[in-house]
Every structure is written in structure tokens, then in C-alpha cells.
């Protein structure tokens, strides 16, 4: 189950986070999702010389975390999403199905001529719209 | 990992044991520890010690079937095999003890026989040496040692002769010692497995099982058969883990304790062997195995904390270890450590994480202890059971020691009492310590790898820890500096959060400055109940609660309390009250990067940018403030750069405290109508402000009153260049703007520059025309006071090249410029042309090169002071002339008031007299001059002087100026230097009685004559000085007032040499037609040769001639040759006479006369001459055109 999923701008600053627990742990995944940023600097700026993530939006897994795995994908304009699961077994299809999703929904909501590019992003359809691809996870192949 | 024991943390050392002969017994021990790898030894000083190995007294009769085994592994197996069971016993014999008598041969034979009684049972393996000197080593005979061999019933070669004294026989020894353990723990360690496959023991008994394979891996590790022992340990593990469940022997609680103790053992072996063997990829994956197969198994709810500690243990020691390889790890990040299904990433390679995970679990088991504490303390039954609990004689399993008389026995605990047992070990420990001491292990290890924001969460739960136990110092700097990089990226809950315990931390501390200064930025986070955050009810959220918008009007509400005094902060430190008092005032520093701009922003702009002094100018001044609720300010005070501009402006909605009228008096006061800031909107207030003082004036602060004795400073901000409010540039706002005015928001400045009073000084400079070369130049400057008296005037003049760069090249590096500056500032006189020793020695004078400064004195309105600036020319270049006053209208004013008026002339500089000269040789006498008939034409040879003869130099002087000049005197100086008499000039230093004028372009010439007395190929002819001055039209300034100015010109060198033949025409100065004339050519010949000479004399149309046309004469040497004509003209006017043609045919160059001489006037008749007495003079001047 995803627990949380993030977009984090430029200066490293969330432009949206959403957590998705019944449990009041919303801090700690925002702890976690800050601390994953580190991994994704790392990751971009020591790539792998022959990894296949060379030049690729999605990250892979990050790390894991005791309960919660955490999974990074980064755009080509560098913002960075970054997603949550407290699953153990995920397979990489998934994820990078769900962050393909999530990033055209992102497209879509900075797309508004309204929004202010660098601001947060406040659209509730964009908040729906997250909601149902979370909720979706992991069906999609499956079904 | 240092709780482990000895035996267990480090590889196992082959242990065996020496018996006899106790005085080599160091040499030996000491030789077989620095073997690679290292022996430990046993010395028994005689055998009499030697039953200690021996096997339990039941060994002989084959056991009954053996019991159940009540555990998996025996604690002190492991122990006893390190440092009690040898595995070779070596028995020494000295060679007298062989050779000597037959009783001493009987005792050797006894103990060999004891010996093999005692070692059998164990399998130990028996080494004989025989002790051996150098010089006795042959006496040895053959057939003792056969006996002996046969007696031990051992192979020849580990029967060992031993002597003392050559160094190789340690080695041997120790080569024999090696070999023997290693064949004894080999055949241990099949026996072992031979009966792991025969299944000889119980086959029910997973104990057994795990036990014998932990067996064999231990003995595979004594051999450094790394790839066995860790395949056993793997099977003991795998084994283990099946043991879960079907279990049944004990208490359900301490069965798991016992099973998680040995898997954390073997867990321990398993990774220390993969790291050891660089293997860290696999390591990883194998604690990852480990975590996952153990984690969930927490068992029966009142001992959770048992689990959670073993938990954090396994990845404190996991992290250590990773530690100590660390070497290993370094090259980490390089390894592909993703595996074919499960990726790794790199933090699982890297201790901190692991150190990061150990504080967590270590949390889980405090918080987990503190509730089964609490629930044993409601039973209430802690009695004295729990301390006479010891570990058993299995690993992981505890009983209760019981005092039988002098015997003790051991009784296996209920769980009920084991978990009493545990909380009382539990009690011992404080968590909180050890959780800080994991996180800083954590936090260092990050701080290593430079990833921020980890070190940040960890330094986070430090701090929340210290917090927890009260150690506000040690919490406070670890919250701040993360406060500081959430601040930094936006991050508003977390930032939340870490303020929230800031906050407690100074109001326990009672610093109420921190404590406002928290609560303020708190209050003004950009924390909303939007859509973007949810309603957060953190089941561990900070001291603040939950960061919503109420949650910050409570705050705020707080802070307004404290601020109008009324509510105080209770404090833990001093349990004493704090106000904000008369005697306790507090004030505020905002400042551009200060996290409090969100609390209070002022942005200050002046309309203009230029103002004149005393002219007023409008200034807007913005205040924004993100706070929740409204803001009320009491007053505001608004400070400039230059004191006299500030001004307090007052809230009309409140009284005027009393204090501060009189505080302000004298002060300019304004009231505001409503001094009331909302949230994010812009209080814009506008006044107009004037500044009689020149120079800058800038806005530097605007002081808000918010209480009676609270204030908070907020540094001014330019609206053109003020960053956005930091964190809520983040949020999707309306943009505002500090200024109503579009342009004055983009552009505004919060400072503005005053310009000068108009200076009312007139200065003028008076030079007109060129200024010549040499000439001083003077240049009249007058200061007149038109308005302003002058106090203080000080004057300074620049020279400046009109083409840029200085007065002066490096290029023209000739001597002759007397110095760099081809224009040179020379002196300012003073008015009345006074000297510049009368002036006052406290007035300052500065000349340099093009640099002067001057002081003006006092002068009065109206008055006028001038003087004199004289520059001299040493080139002709145009020069710009710059003169500044700078003054002060008033005498008591400051010098910051000063006024300066600027003025600035071009001059030029021009050469007022060309010198050109022109030598002449003697008039129809033409000497054959060898250097110039070798000489290609228009070369820039110096001209070629005949040497004896007398020539004319005619020196001209041209007036290439625009005025006249006169010309005072010309003269010709030689260069008294090197060739003294070598040529002799008639030395002319007489001025002109009657200077002469000259009108512009006019020339002026004066002939010397020149007459050469050496043969040098350079003679200097010196140098012409010409003495001149400007023609002033009044007549009252007479040449003599005129500065005279001298011109000199070098004369470009002569050659001189003398000439081989002279060729001089002989002809009376006029001819009268008809009238025959006689024409002499004369060819002398100087030299010391016979010269062949041809010539050659044309016919002219207006002459007949008598005489020989072509020949060749010889000229004998120093002698002359003359060729007579006669000739009768038969036109009148200048007439062409007949042109001779001379050719040497020594030098093979001809020469003739020039046409100028060789022309003659012809008169039609006789004239008729006045003789007059003409003045000798040898030397004429003449003005010509």
C-alpha cells in the first residue's frame, strides 16, 4: 500500500505531499520523504557508469526504511517524486507504471495557466487524481 | 558486539600443549604465537598435570542412551576447546632422560604410557621431542629411539629431536605442531560429521543437530577452512530457524530467548566471516535475510521489549562490524550490489544506517520496557528471585541458582519469574543514553558522507532525546541547525515541529527573547488548514501540537499576552515569573536574512532618487507581517543615516504615552490614523522628508513599538532589490507589492542621494592662444565670490593629455627630454605676483609634475583672488588644463559640505621657431670629395666638409607661430668635448642690437663660416641656441619684461676629409662683351701620388674660346696644375660659361662644377662703379624676404 507520495521542487522544498494512513504518522513519512532527497542528490550526481539508470527518470528504490520502502523518480525539468509503500514485495513494473501516471498528472495540473510555476500545488482535481492512481497501485498489472 | 565473549568475537586459535623440560617452554610458547597463523599454548611444568585433559570419567562403558539434551549449545564448549583441550600435547624429553640409566629410561616409558591413557579417550594428538644439544647429538643411539618411537606407537616423524641450539629446529617444530592440530581438528570434525550423516544421535534432537553443526564450523575455523565453517553455520542457522515452533522443551518465553540467542551467535559468525572474506553484497543480504526471518517472531507480549533489544542488537553489532571492514567498504558505492530479484542500495552498505536503525528498535524496547515495567509494578511482586538468577550452562538459557549447603544446583525458571529477571536486568540500563550514543555514531557517520538531511533526522531524534531527559543545552544547538536547513528548503511541518521543542527549551530555560523569537517565526509559518495539509493529529507530534492555523493564533495570542505585559512566562529554571517590564524590556532585531522577516517586513522607497538639499521629497514606508491574528503597532520610528530625518510616527488610536513625548522633543512627530497590520497585506505609509545635508540619505531601520516595552527593529529593505518572504514564497499566494506605484516597487530605493548646494564662486581662466615649446606658459586663474564667502577654499590643477594616457611617454626615451612630462606644471604664483616664499608657510601648496594644489584664502562676498598657474611645454601636445575650488560657504560647517566648482580649458602647445641650416662650400672651388662620389644619392650620410677649406654655414630661423616674435640673439655653441680645434668657427655670441621681428612664417638667417682642421669622419658642428620672446604690441612691456625664451637645436654631424684634387675656376667677377677674359682652371692635387687627370671643356654658345678641349695632364703630387683660356663673350646677361669636365683616372670619378658657378654676368658695355667704402665685416645678416 502506498503510504505517502511527494513532489519536491528545485530548492528541495515539497510542493506536495500527501499521506495516505489511517495511523497519525503523517511527520514521520514527512521525515522519511526529506531524508530520501538525499539519496536522490546522490543518485544523480554519482550515476552508476553502466547501470541502466543512466539517463532515466526513475530511480529506482531509494531505501528502504525498517517498514516503509521508498522509491524516487525525477523529471526532466528536476523535480523529484518520491513514493512510499510499506509493500515488501514490489515489483519495479509498478512503480515506475505509478510514477508514469503520477507524472502526467503532474504535467497536467502545472499545465494550468493559473498555477505559478515553483509554488505548491493547491489543484484538488490533481489531489483527486492522485488519489485514484494511488489507490490503483500495484491493480493495475494484476488485473 | 563487546558483550559477546572473547571466544566468540574473535577466529579461533589452535591451542596445544607442552609437558617436560619447563625451562624451554617460553621459548616454545613464544615462537608458535608469532607463527602465521598463531599457536597458543598450554605449558604443563610435569606431567603429573597432564590428567587435566583428561575425558569424563564415564567415557570408558559406552554411555546409555543419552538424555534429551536440555540445550542447544553449551556455554563454555567453545570456551574449553580455546583454552583447555589442546589439540596436540607434545611431550618433551631431554636426551639424558633417553640415554642415561635404565630407571630414568623406565620413568620415560611410564609417562609415554600415561600419557596415550590420557590422550586416547580425546583423540589429542602425542608429538615426542627429544631435547638435544649440538655437541651430544650423535650419541643418540639408534635403537633407543626405536623403542622410544615403538612405546608411543607414533610415526618416525612426529618423533622430533629437538636441539636447543640451531634456530631451524623451532621452525621444524612448529611445522609439526601445525600439522598435527590441523589433523586433529580434522579428524574432530569429521567424527562429528560422520555422525551428522548417520544420524547416530537422536534424529529427533534439532538440538543436537544445530549443536554438532556448530561443532564441525568451529573446527573447520581452526583449520581456516573458511568456505566449511560457514557452510555449517549456515546449516546450524537454517536448522535453528525450524526449531521455531516445534519446540516444545521450554517455557514458551524462554525457549524464544534461547533460539534468538543462538541465531543472534551464528548470525554473528555468518556475517563475520562474509566481511572478513570481502563479501559485503552478501553480508548485506544475509542480515537482510536474518532481519526479515527474526523480526516478526516478538513473542509473548510482556516480553516485546526483549525482542525489540535483541532486535537493536543485532544491528548495533551488524553496523560495527560493517565499521571495522569499513576498508573494505570504502570502494561500495562501485559495486553493482544489485542481485538478480532483491536490489540493494547503498545505505544498507553503510554502518550509519544501521546505527540509525539500532536507536530505533532501541526506542521500541524502551517504550515497550516502560509498559511491562509499569505493569509489574502494578503486581508489585519484584522480590529477591530475580537475583540469584545466573546463566545456565547453555547459551541463552537462565536459571536460578540455588545454595544447598556448600552445593549449588541450578533450577530452571518459570517464565513469569524469567520476565521478573529481565525487567530487573532492564532497570539497569538507561535507554536514553544509549539511543543518543547509537544517533551520534549515526549522525557522525553521515556528517562523513555529507548527506544533510539524514544527519539532520538524526541529529533530530538526538535532540529529542536530550530533550526528553531534560538536557536542554545539549538539544538546543542540535535543533537549531536543523531548523536552519528546513527553513532553508520550506519544509514547514518539519520546521514546525523543531521550533515547537525550541520553543519549550527557552521557556524552560526562561530566555524570553529566544522564547518570543521562536513563537513569533512559529506564528507566522505559512501552516494553513488547506487542502495541501491535512488536519495532522500526530500521534508524536511536538510540544507545539499539531501545526495548524489555530494552533498559531494560540500562539500568537500568547505572544501578544506576554508582550502587553499582562501574562508572564512561567519558567522551570529559575520557577520564577517573567515579564516583559519597564526593568525588562525586550527588543527585536530583524535583519534581511533574519526567519523573523515573516513576522515583520519593512520595505522603504524615496519617490526620487536625486534630491536637491531642503527640497522635500515623498518616502513611502511598507510594513507586511504574516502573523494570524492583527497586529496593532503603538508607534513607529523611522531612522535614517543622518539623525535630523528621523521620525516617529504615532498611533492616533492610542494615547500618546507621556515618556516618550518628552523623549522625542525636538523630534519631528507624525500620526498615523491606523497603525494596524493584517495578515499578508501591506500597511503603506507616506511622508515627505527633507535633508539640508549633501550626500547619501538611507533608510537603515524602522523601530516598531508593539507593547509598552517591547520593540522590534526591522532593518529597511529597497523594494527593487528585496528577496521574496521566505517559505511563503511557496505557497500559492497573490503577489503583493510593498508600493501602490508600479514602478517605484520595481525601482525604489530605500536610499537617495542629496545633491550640492549650487556653488556661487565664479572661476574663470584666462589664457588665450597657443602656449609654445619652451616658452612658461602662464595661465591666470581668478576666483571671484559671487554669493558665497569662502572659507577654506582649496584649489587643485590637473594636467591632463587630451589624447588620453599620461603627459608623458616611455616610448621617446631620448635624452634630451629633460624629464618624463613633456608638459609640466612649473609654479602658481599668487595674486600680485607675489613669490612663493611670501606666502604663508601654513597655507598648503602642492606642485607636481601635473598635479598642483593650492589653498584659496577667506575671501568675502564679492571679493576676488586670483593667480598665476605656469606651465611649461617641452613638446608640442595639447593639453587639457582641469582647475577645481572646493569650498565651504560657511565657516563653522563640516567639511561634508563642501562646495566645488569645476572648470576646465584645452591648450595647446606648438613649436614657435623652426631651425634649419644649409652649408655652402667655397664659391668656385670644388674639391673631389671620395666619400661622396662612393656615396649612393639621397643616403643620410651627414654631409661631407673638404678638409682646410673655409665653408659657410647659413643657419635660418623660421617663426612657424601665429603671433610675432622677436628674435633676441642666435648663436652657435660648440661642443667643447673630443675634437677641440678640430674645426675652427668664428664664435658669434653678440645679441642683436635691435631685436629682430618676426612676422609669422618670416625667416631669419645668419651665415657663419666653418673651416675644418681635422680629418674626422665626425665632427660636431654644436648646437644653435636661439634666443626669442613673444612681440607684445604695447610698448611698455618691452622686449627686455618679455621672458625670453632659448631654443636650442643640435647640428646634425659633418664628415670631413680631405679632398685629393681641388678644382678651382679662376674668372673675373664680370665680363663686357666683345672684351676677351682670361678663365683659369686650376687642378691641385694634394696628394702624395702623380695624378692622371682627364678633362674635358665644352663649347658655349655665347662664348669663343681659345684653349685645349679635351686632355690628359698628369698633376704631380702637392702641386698644380693650371689650364689657361681665354675668352670673348658674345651675348651679355648671365651667360653659361663653358662647362669643364674633370675625370680622375686614379679614382675613376669625375666632377664639375656646379652650374651656379660656372655662370657669369656679361655686361653690353663697360659700367661704370661708385666705389663706396663698404664695411669690412666678415660675417652679414641679412633679412631676406
Redesign the interface.
Given at each position: 500500500m502506498i503510504v505517502c507520495v511527494a513532489v519536491v521542487g528545485h530548492q528541495n522544498n515539497p510542493l506536495y505531499i500527501q499521506s495516505f494512513t489511517e495511523a497519525d504518522d503523517a511527520l514521520k513519512l514527512h521525515h522519511i520523504v526529506h531524508c530520501s532527497l538525499d539519496v536522490v542528490d546522490e543518485r544523480v550526481n554519482n550515476p552508476k557508469k553502466s547501470g541502466p539508470t543512466l539517463n532515466e527518470t526513475f530511480l529506482g528504490l531509494l531505501y528502504p526504511t525498517e517498514n516503509y520502502k521508498v522509491y524516487g523518480y525525477l523529471t526532466n525539468t528536476k523535480v523529484k517524486f518520491i513514493l512510499v509503500t510499506t509493500d515488501l514485495d514490489v515489483r519495479d513494473a509498478d512503480v515506475r507504471n505509478f510514477f508514469r501516471r503520477f507524472h502526467a498528472a503532474y504535467v497536467d495540473a502545472v499545465s494550468n495557466p493559473f498555477h505559478v510555476p515553483g509554488k505548491k500545488i493547491t489543484s484538488r482535481t490533481f489531489a483527486e487524481r492522485v488519489s485514484t492512481i494511488v489507490k490503483s497501485f500495484g491493480l493495475s498489472t494484476a488485473g | 558486539m563487546e558483550e559477546y565473549p572473547e571466544e566468540l568475537r574473535t577466529p579461533p586459535v589452535t591451542l596445544i600443549s607442552v609437558v617436560g623440560c619447563p625451562d624451554l617452554h617460553s621459548t616454545l610458547s613464544k615462537h608458535l604465537h608469532s607463527e602465521q597463523p598463531p599457536i597458543n599454548t598450554l605449558a604443563l611444568p610435569d606431567f603429573s598435570k597432564i590428567s587435566l585433559f583428561s575425558a569424563k570419567p564415564d567415557s570408558p562403558s559406552p554411555p546409555p542412551p543419552p538424555p534429551p539434551p536440555s540445550g542447544i549449545l553449551k556455554r563454555d564448549w567453545l570456551l574449553k576447546h580455546r583454552t583447555r583441550i589442546p589439540s596436540v600435547v607434545a611431550a618433551l624429553f631431554s636426551h639424558d632422560h633417553l640415554s642415561g640409566d635404565p630407571a630414568q629410561w623406565l620413568q620415560v616409558c611410564s609417562h609415554i604410557d600415561q600419557l596415550k591413557a590420557i590422550l586416547r579417550p580425546r583423540n589429542i594428538k602425542l608429538l615426542l621431542v627429544v631435547v638435544v644439544d649440538s655437541d651430544n647429538v650423535d650419541d643418540l643411539s639408534e635403537d633407543r629411539m626405536l623403542a622410544l618411537r615403538k612405546r608411543a606407537e607414533l610415526d618416525s616423524k612426529y618423533v622430533v629431536l629437538f636441539n636447543q641450539n640451531d634456530s631451524s629446529a623451532l621452525h621444524r617444530l612448529g611445522s609439526a605442531f601445525a600439522e598435527l592440530a590441523n589433523l586433529y581438528y580434522r579428524d574432530e570434525g569429521r567424527r562429528i560429521k560422520l555422525r551428522l550423516e548417520k544420524k547416530t544421535f537422536n534424529s529427533s534432537s534439532i538440538e543436537l543437530n544445530i549443536r554438532y553443526c556448530f561443532k564441525v564450523a568451529v573446527y573447520a575455523e581452526f583449520r581456516r577452512d573458511w568456505a566449511e565453517a560457514l557452510r555449517f553455520y549456515d546449516d546450524a542457522y537454517h536448522t535453528l530457524r525450524q526449531m521455531i515452533g516445534t519446540s516444545k522443551r521450554l517455557p514458551a518465553i524462554q525457549r524464544l530467548v534461547e533460539i534468538k540467542t543462538v541465531a543472534e551467535q551464528l548470525h554473528f559468525k555468518i556475517s563475520t566471516l562474509l566481511l572478513h572474506g570481502g563479501k559485503v553484497a552478501e553480508a548485506v543480504t544475509w542480515f537482510r535475510q536474518h532481519n526479515a526471518s527474526y523480526r516478526r517472531l516478538i513473542g509473548a507480549p510482556e516480553a516485546i521489549f526483549l525482542h525489540w533489544e535483541w532486535l537493536s542488537r543485532q544491528f548495533l553489532v551488524f553496523a560495527e562490524l560493517l565499521d571495522k571492514s569499513s576498508a573494505a567498504i570504502k570502494n561500495v558505492?562501485s559495486l553493482?550490489l544489485a542481485t538478480a530479484d532483491k536490489?540493494l542500495?547503498?545505505?544498507?552498505s553503510r554502518p550509519a544506517?544501521y546505527y540509525q536503525?539500532a536507536a530505533?528498535?532501541l526506542k521500541e524496547k524502551r517504550s515497550s520496557f516502560e509498559l511491562a515495567l509499569s505493569m509489574s509494578e502494578t503486581a508489585n511482586e519484584i522480590d529477591n528471585s530475580a537475583e540469584s538468577v545466573v546463566p545456565s550452562t547453555y547459551v541463552g538459557q537462565f536459571a536460578r541458582l540455588l545454595e544447598q549447603g556448600d552445593a549449588f544446583a541450578l533450577q530452571s525458571l518459570t517464565d513469569e519469574e524469567y520476565i521478573r529477571f529481565a525487567i530487573a536486568e532492564g532497570k539497569r540500563f538507561q535507554d536514553s543514553f544509549e539511543i543518543i550514543a547509537l544517533l551520534k555514531k549515526s549522525y557522525e557517520s553521515y556528517s562523513d558522507l555529507k548527506?544533510?538531511?539524514?544527519v539532520?533526522?538524526c541529529g533530530?531524534q538526538m535532540a529529542r532525546e536530550h530533550y526528553a531527559v531534560g538536557e536542554f543545552d545539549n538539544a538546543k544547538p542540535l535543533f537549531e541547525g536543523i531548523a536552519n536547513l528546513y527553513r532553508?528548503?520550506?519544509?514547514v511541518?518539519?520546521l514546525w515541529?523543531v521550533l515547537g521543542y525550541l520553543q519549550e527549551c527557552a521557556r524552560k530555560h526562561g530566555v524570553m527573547k529566544d522564547f518570543l523569537e521562536y513563537s513569533l517565526e512559529m506564528a507566522a509559518l505559512p501552516v494553513s488548514t488547506?487542502?495541501?495539509t491535512?488536519s495532522?493529529?500526530?500521534?508524536?507530534?511536538g510540544p507545539a501540537g499539531p501545526a495548524s492555523l489555530a494552533q498559531r493564533e494560540v500562539i500568537h495570542k500568547e505572544v501578544l499576552g506576554l508582550v502587553s505585559g499582562e501574562s508572564g512566562l512561567a519558567s522551570v529554571k529559575n520557577s520564577t515569573n517573567l515579564k516583559i517590564t519597564g526593568d525588562n524590556p525586550l527588543h527585536l532585531e530583524i535583519d534581511p536574512v533574519s526567519p523573523l522577516r515573516l513576522v515583520l517586513l519593512a520595505s522603504v522607497a524615496f519617490h526620487e532618487q536625486m534630491i536637491k538639499p531642503n527640497a522635500s521629497t515623498l518616502i513611502t514606508l511598507s510594513l507586511l507581517s504574516q502573523l494570524p491574528l492583527t497586529v496593532e503597532i503603538e508607534q513607529l520610528e523611522v531612522q535614517f543615516n543622518q539623525s535630523d530625518c528621523n521620525f516617529t510616527i504615532m498611533n492616533a488610536q492610542r494615547p500618546p504615552l507621556a515618556a516618550t513625548a518628552e523623549d522625542k522633543e525636538g523630534r519631528r512627530v507624525e500620526t498615523s490614523p491606523s497603525l494596524t497590520l493584517s495578515t499578508n497585506k501591506w500597511l503603506r505609509l507616506t511622508y515627505d522628508i527633507k535633508s539640508d545635508q549633501s550626500g547619501k540619505l538611507e533608510c537603515t531601520s524602522v523601530i516598531a513599538k508593539m507593547g509598552p516595552h517591547f520593540t522590534i527593529c526591522c532593518r529597511a529593505e529597497s523594494p527593487a532589490s528585496m528577496d521574496d518572504l521566505p517559505l511563503w514564497?511557496?505557497?500559492?499566494l497573490v503577489e503583493t507589492s510593498p508600493m501602490k506605484d508600479p514602478a517605484l516597487a520595481f525601482t525604489g530605493q530605500k536610499a537617495t542621494q542629496v545633491e550640492e548646494p549650487d556653488p556661487q564662486v565664479d572661476l574663470n581662466l584666462g589664457a588665450s592662444g597657443p602656449a609654445f615649446v619652451g616658452e612658461s606658459f602662464i595661465v591666470p586663474v581668478n576666483v571671484i565670490s559671487m554669493g558665497h564667502a569662502v572659507y577654506s577654499g582649496e584649489l587643485k590643477i590637473n594636467l591632463v593629455d587630451v589624447r588620453g594616457g599620461g603627459l608623458f611617454s616611455p616610448r621617446e626615451t631620448e635624452p634630451s627630454s629633460m624629464d618624463s612630462h613633456h608638459v609640466e606644471l612649473l609654479g602658481i604664483s599668487g595674486p600680485e605676483g607675489e613669490d612663493e616664499t611670501q606666502l604663508g608657510t601654513d597655507e598648503i601648496k602642492k606642485i607636481q609634475k601635473s598635479f598642483g594644489l593650492v589653498s584659496v584664502p577667506f575671501l568675502k562676498c564679492g571679493e576676488l583672488w586670483s593667480c598665476k598657474l605656469e606651465i611649461k611645454w617641452h613638446r608640442p601636445k595639447p593639453v587639457m588644463l582641469y582647475v577645481s575650488l572646493g569650498y565651504t560657504p560657511h565657516s563653522n560647517e563640516s567639511t561634508a559640505h563642501k562646495v566645488n566648482v569645476h572648470k576646465s580649458l584645452q591648450i595647446e602647445g606648438k613649436t614657435a621657431v623652426v631651425i634649419s641650416h644649409q652649408i655652402k662650400l667655397p664659391f668656385r672651388r670644388d674639391p673631389l670629395l671620395l666619400s661622396s662620389i662612393k656615396s649612393v644619392p639621397d643616403s643620410d650620410q651627414p654631409a661631407s666638409l673638404p678638409l682646410s677649406e673655409k665653408s659657410i654655414l647659413i643657419v635660418s630661423a623660421k617663426n612657424s607661430a601665429e603671433v610675432p616674435l622677436h628674435l633676441l640673439s642666435m648663436s652657435l655653441e660648440l661642443d667643447n668635448e673630443g675634437v677641440g680645434g678640430s674645426c675652427s668657427m668664428p664664435h658669434e655670441h653678440e645679441t642683436l642690437l635691435d631685436p629682430a621681428l618676426l612676422v609669422p612664417g618670416e625667416e631669419f638667417k645668419k651665415v657663419f663660416t666653418v673651416i675644418s682642421e681635422a680629418n674626422s669622419s665626425k665632427l660636431k658642428l654644436g648646437t644653435v641656441c636661439v634666443r626669442w620672446g613673444r612681440h607684445s604690441v604695447n610698448e611698455e612691456q618691452s622686449s627686455s619684461t618679455v621672458a625670453s625664451v632659448l631654443t636650442t637645436q643640435t647640428l646634425p654631424d659633418v664628415n670631413v676629409e680631405l679632398p685629393p684634387l681641388v678644382v678651382s675656376l679662376d674668372c673675373p667677377p664680370y665680363a663686357i662683351i666683345g672684351d676677351p677674359f682670361t678663365f683659369l682652371v686650376k687642378i691641385r692635387n694634394q696628394t702624395q701620388l702623380l695624378q692622371e687627370v682627364k678633362f674635358s671643356l665644352a663649347d658655349a654658345q655665347s662664348f669663343v674660346l681659345s684653349g685645349s678641349h679635351n686632355d690628359t695632364v698628369f698633376v704631380l703630387p702637392k702641386s698644380e696644375h693650371i689650364l689657361n683660356y681665354k675668352l670673348v663673350p658674345l651675348a651679355s646677361g648671365i651667360q653659361q660659361l663653358p662647362r669643364f669636365t674633370l675625370t680622375s683616372e686614379r679614382y675613376s670619378a669625375g666632377f664639375q662644377p656646379s652650374v651656379a658657378a660656372s655662370t657669369i654676368f656679361v655686361f653690353p658695355s663697360k659700367p661704370h662703379f661708385k666705389v663706396a667704402d663698404v664695411e669690412d665685416k666678415r660675417m652679414e645678416s641679412l633679412v631676406a624676404e
Open positions: - | 558505492s553493482v536490489a542500495t547503498e545505505w544498507e544506517y536503525l530505533h528498535y548527506v544533510q538531511r539524514m539532520s533526522f533530530f532553508q528548503e520550506g519544509w511541518t518539519l515541529e488547506g487542502t495541501d491535512q495532522f493529529r500526530f500521534k508524536d507530534c514564497k511557496f505557497e500559492d
